[in-house]
């Protein structure tokens, strides 16, 4: 089972930037599809963002065109680029990683333990 670690959260204003990471161990993490979660106090989980192994993407609605997700092979990490920062963005941001696409897109992968971010003047 792949092990995941975030970093790269932090407390920023409306409209600033993070880039979160999420490196993952094991050799074949090429193959792997990985995804970004995140979880508001008092609220669900939600989908953010997924890549699979051959680099197509998918992107929840409410973050198209201010996130970006990409992933590096090489490092066995996968990146978030977070822009325009709105206080609704607000919320721990989880890696997840699986062999296959489906299960990121459902929330059925591995987990990471999560990094916050604060969004807020």
Known sequence: QVQLVESGGGLVQPGASLRLSCVASGSIFSRYSLGWYRQAPGKQREFVAGINS????????SVKGRFTISRDNAKRTVYLQLNSLKPEDT?????????NYLPVLRGGGSWGQG???TVSS
């Open 54 to 61: 051959g680099g197509h993407t998918n992107y929840a609605e």
């Open 91 to 99: 919320a721990v941001y989880y890696c997840n990683a699986d062999i």
């Open 115 to 117: 990094t916050q971010v």
